[in-house]
């Protein structure tokens, strides 16, 4: 395939299991249409008194269809192995090819589960194959990130040309700030000029987020939005490393954030319209808006995960100078960082025809990695925010939602419950939650929480839809908390 190719075509093989399941395979075809990717699946391409068998055999032996994706998972080892029902007929298709006249690497497996000894659950003819590993939700971000690059052939290692000089591993459309590395040897070796590299870093950070701006153009203008976003997964990663070693090396030092928040600043500052521009049409903030809700959550995991509560309080206490929708400065609180993304929850879902409750926390999820936050601390954080907010109030700044609605809330079924919160019961854990949201006991807490009661069914839903599986009380483990 051409790397120019613009919609690859791949099948998605997978069985019956459970409903979870099925919503498992259809997020992941979701993703990859959002991504470009032309994912056939039967349940969107099969149709009433079709041969669901010939279906399947066309879209193995079609030489369009580019990949065979077969999401394996205990159930469908089974029924390969077994040849049972119509993934026995499916695998018993695949397998002739595999073995046959078809090449090897146009079948992919992507793992969902292991069994009691560890090892991938995969049918016997797909034993030996190089498999994706998508079975948890720390995994998923990266295993679709070397999906989308096998299918594309963009890999991460590109091998050179003989006679020429090496290749450097490359992202192409990434981009990345060269002088991360000489902040965090200074920030881990506590040098005096710490600061200086790290604010040289943060500004590097900002221009190379201008260079990827693009200006809002034409009935498909959410497209060159999203693929801004996409190029910043880089500078997403880096700052992930900056915040952690600060939160890490620094011991629990409001001032250490310091830098961060201007950073923050740096970001808000284009929050109106471009200079010389008076009017203001959708989607202008949102590679700033975007960037900015995802520093501040992977920051928040980050203090949470290294219980740095008197920094907490600073960053969700702080005045941030933001610029408004009529180019003004003014200030405003944390909340103004969750921002509704239209050209992403709305155009795109719309024009994509995606049926996403929410494209933005889609996005979140996918970006993620164990090694650069986690989604479940992600989720956390977002949580978090959210707890801060209510306990502050409906707050009157004008131009931004009163409080922090945690977007990522539409994955509670794969985490309702967060380490920090269920460590509540432990005292020097739960005053340091109460010290972080600004509260001087679990009585003032509960309080609190009662006079905002009518907000806490809102957090059942994303986007005018429910979602009653997230009990927000419960995954705050409010009893511990007040108690």
């Known amino acids: 395939m051409s790397a120019t190719t613009e919609h690859p075509k791949v099948f998605i093989s997978y069985s019956w299991t459970n409903v979870e399941h099925e919503r498992f395979v259809m997020d992941l075809a979701t993703s990859l249409r959002n991504h470009g990717v032309d994912a056939i699946l039967d349940k969107w391409d099969l149709k009433p008194g079709q041969d669901k068998y010939v279906f399947m055999e066309s879209m193995v032996v079609d030489p369009d269809v580019l990949k065979v994706l077969v999401v394996c998972d205990r159930k469908y080892q089974e029924k390969a192995n077994k040849r049972a029902g119509g993934v026995g007929t499916e695998s018993q298709i695949i397998s002739q090819e595999l073995y046959g006249k078809v090449q090897q690497t146009k079948f992919i497996p992507l793992v969902c589960e292991y069994d009691e000894d560890g090892q991938p659950c995969l049918p016997v003819f797909m034993n030996g194959l190089i498999y994706i590993d998508v079975s948890t939700d720390e995994r998923y971000g990266a295993g679709l990130d070397e999906l989308l690059r096998l299918i594309y052939e963009q890999p991460f290692h590109q091998k050179p040309k003989l006679g020429g000089a090496p290749a450097f591993v490359s992202n192409p459309g990434t981009s990345y700030v060269r002088e991360l590395g000489a902040a965090l040897r200074a920030i881990q070796d506590g040098k005096p000029n710490r ?12 221009t190379e987020l201008d260079k990827l701006y693009v200006t809002p153009e034409g009935n498909d203008y959410d497209e060159g939005i999203y693929q801004a976003i996409a190029s910043t997964k880089g500078l997403r990663d880096q700052v992930a490393d900056y915040v952690e070693v600060v939160a890490a090396f620094s011991g629990d030092d ?20 471009p200079e010389g521009t008076g009017a203001f049409y959708p989607g202008w903030v949102d590679l700033y808006a975007f960037f900015a809700l995802e520093a501040l959550l992977i920051q928040t995991a980050a203090l949470l995960r290294n219980e740095r509560w008197k920094t907490l309080r600073r960053l969700v206490g702080a005045t941030y100078v933001v610029r408004g929708r009529q180019s003004e400065l003014t200030t405003a609180r944390f909340v103004a960082f969750d921002t509704y993304l239209r050209s992403l929850d709305e155009d795109r879902n719309k024009r994509l025809k995606l049926n996403r409750v929410s494209v933005s926390a889609d996005l979140l999820k996918e970006r993620c990695s164990a090694e650069k936050t986690s989604f479940d601390e992600m989720m956390q954080a977002d949580v978090f925010l959210a707890l801060k907010s209510l306990v502050a109030g409906r707050e009157t700044t004008e131009g931004w939602i009163s409080y922090w609605e945690p977007r990522t809330r539409i994955y509670a079924p794969y985490g309702n419950r967060h380490p920090v919160f269920l460590r509540a019961s ?3 854990t739960r005053n340091g939650i109460l010290a972080a949201i600004g509260v001087g006991s679990g009585a003032e807490l509960k ?5 905002s009661e009518s907000l806490l069914g809102d957090l059942d839903r994303v986007g005018g ?19």
């Open 254 to 273: 409001p001032t250490a954030i310091g830098p961060f928040i201007k950073l923050m600043e740096g970001i808000a500052a284009h929050f109106g319209p």
């Open 195 to 206: 600061q200086g590299l790290e604010t040289l870093f943060l500004r590097s950070v900002l």
């Open 447 to 451: 309080a609190k929480l009662e006079v």
């Open 426 to 428: 432990d005292e020097t």
């Open 465 to 483: 839809r429910s979602h009653g599986r997230f009990n927000f009380l419960q995954a705050i483990n409010v009893a511990a908390l007040t108690g």
